[in-house]
């Protein structure tokens, strides 16, 4: 870890891909997708969507992409989101 961090200092690395689970949305405050009550696949009946996976569904979204922009203004305030 060592070395990969100095060859980052040094800018040696020029790109970096980070890889990770569901657990990292989680901890910075965004529902997971899919447990039952809190999961954000299990509330989304407001946006009366076809099926919950729509909402990030590009089909979907160049047909209705207002569910996904009123989800995404929830998810990240302050952020302006025009389709």
Request: no cysteine.
């Amino acid at each position: 870890i060592e070395t990969i961090a100095e060859s980052l200092r040094s800018h040696a690395i020029k790109k970096v891909l980070v890889v990770s689970g569901a657990g990292v949305s989680v901890a910075a405050g965004i529902p997971d997708f899919r447990s039952p009550g809190s999961g954000l696949y299990d509330n989304l009946h407001k946006y009366d969507l076809p099926y919950p996976e729509a909402i990030f569904d590009v089909d979907f979204y160049n047909q209705n992409p207002q569910p996904f922009v009123t989800l995404a203004k929830e998810i990240w305030p302050g952020v302006n989101y025009r389709p």
